[in-house]
């Protein structure tokens, strides 16, 4: 054992990393992948949790929050996707008329629900004027909820089939009531590892460019990185890397998701479900290299309750929220996919010895009184 300042370290290779981040100093590729190859987890963690506990103290943040899905048919046909069904699918697939979706929504909205996260199928005849119409509709109906929407794939998407240009699109859609973007789609940049899990998908560079013009266009938005498929530690790091360049640019994204990939009934159901150590220094190595990013969530939903609670002693400061219905990793064989009752979601907290805080998409804490539930 080495000890560095505060930070236990069963690898001494770790040292000179370990000083840097004691220092507060940005962390290079070759620290990353340092991070993200060496066997002493523990130590990783160490200071992944000294990172997080810098910038949060022990607040665990977590929202009460719906998901709606106006469609699963998608034209992309990704092999890590088991939620999509092809177009004209007409035994699997759903797609939404605004009425209904709205209907559906509100089965499960009152007014403690302070976000809907909306995310969808790549759909060749869901244009613009739909996600406009919906946006309104769903404005209308629950005046005080938040539309976190469309992630950067799918507004690439409705750009094109609407033979719109991008800004024009999201900036029709930002006036329409879209709030905020989701982070999905990222996966992997690197184009090799694309090519094998959503080939057909917007591209790695075209990602972070349509980020970065949602930022400009004045929204925020989340990211996520999609691990546990065939990408290597050198794949996570270029990706972590990618998303701090476009962050020092933009300031825009205020949350990284790291997804842990669920193989079951998608195309790569021949890999295995990530293991528990992977999990965890995934995440501890995006809180260190992700430096200028202020919020990393476990997703309980991907993560399942016990990981997640012990993530955040490995830099994740967020859990999410309750959720009700979960289609995308219940697909693809997730078992936590039926929601999570508040009360529970700040239990699993406290018992990880962390403070719950209720926050709104914008991570603004939510006062007790106002939240009917
Ligand atoms: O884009 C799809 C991923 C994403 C699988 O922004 C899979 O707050 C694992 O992005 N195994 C959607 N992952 C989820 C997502 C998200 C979730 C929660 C919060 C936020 C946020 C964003 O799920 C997709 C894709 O990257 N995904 N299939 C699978 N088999």
Redesign the pocket.
């Known amino acids: 054992m080495t000890d560095v300042g505060t930070l236990r370290l069963r690898d001494p290779a770790l040292g000179s990393v370990a000083e840097k981040v004691l220092a507060g100093e940005r962390l290079d590729r070759d620290e990353g992948l340092l991070l993200a190859t060496t066997d002493d987890l523990l130590g990783v963690g160490r200071m992944a949790n000294m990172i997080r506990e810098r910038l949060h103290g022990d607040t665990t943040y977590y929202n009460i929050n719906r998901h709606l899905n106006p469609t699963n048919v998608c034209v992309a046909s990704?092999k890590?996707?088991?939620?999509y069904v092809p177009w004209r699918d007409r035994d699997r697939g759903w797609t939404y008329s605004v009425d209904q979706a709205v209907e559906i929504a509100a089965r499960d909205v009152d007014e403690s629900v302070s976000e809907l996260?909306i995310?969808g199928g790549l759909h060749p005849k869901l244009l613009v004027a739909y996600y406009e119409e919906l946006f309104r509709a769903l404005k209308q109906r629950f005046p005080w909820i938040h539309l976190?929407a469309l992630?950067m794939?799918e507004l690439d998407f409705i750009a094109k089939a609407s033979r719109l240009p991008l800004e024009e699109t999201i900036e029709r859609l930002r006036d329409a009531g879209l709030d905020s973007?989701?982070?999905?789609?990222?996966?992997i940049f690197n184009e090799d590892v694309r090519s094998q899990i959503c080939d057909h998908k917007t591209d790695g560079k075209r990602w972070l460019e349509i980020a970065r013009t949602v930022h400009e266009v004045g929204l925020k938005?989340?990211?996520?990185m999609?691990y546990g498929h065939v990408e290597s530690a050198a794949d996570r790091v270029d990706h972590l890397l990618a998303l701090r360049e476009l962050q020092d640019e933009t300031g825009g994204f205020q949350?990284l998701?790291p997804?842990?990939?669920?193989?079951?009934?998608?195309e790569?159901d021949h890999l295995p479900p990530t293991a528990g150590n992977l999990d965890l220094q995934t995440m501890a190595v995006s809180r260190l290299v992700l430096d200028n990013v202020p919020h990393l969530?476990a997703?309980w939903?991907?993560l399942g309750e016990k990981i997640a609670q012990v993530a955040l002693h490995f830099g994740a400061n967020d859990l999410?929220g309750t959720i009700l219905d979960e289609r995308?990793?219940r697909?693809?064989?997730?078992s936590a996919g039926a929601g999570m009752a508040r009360r529970r979601l700040e239990r699993l907290i406290t018992e990880a010895g962390r403070t719950p805080v209720l926050r709104d998409?914008l991570y603004r804490p939510i006062e007790e009184a106002s939240v009917l539930a």
Not at 221 to 224: A, G, I, K, M, V
Not at 259 to 266: E, G, M, R, S
Not at 331 to 334: D, E, F, Q
């Open positions: 990704c890590l996707c088991a939620f996260h995310v976190k992630t794939v973007c989701p982070g999905g789609g990222a996966e938005s989340n990211c996520t999609l949350c998701i997804l842990a990939f669920h193989p079951q009934n998608t790569l969530k997703y939903i991907m999410d995308i990793t697909a693809a064989g997730g998409t």
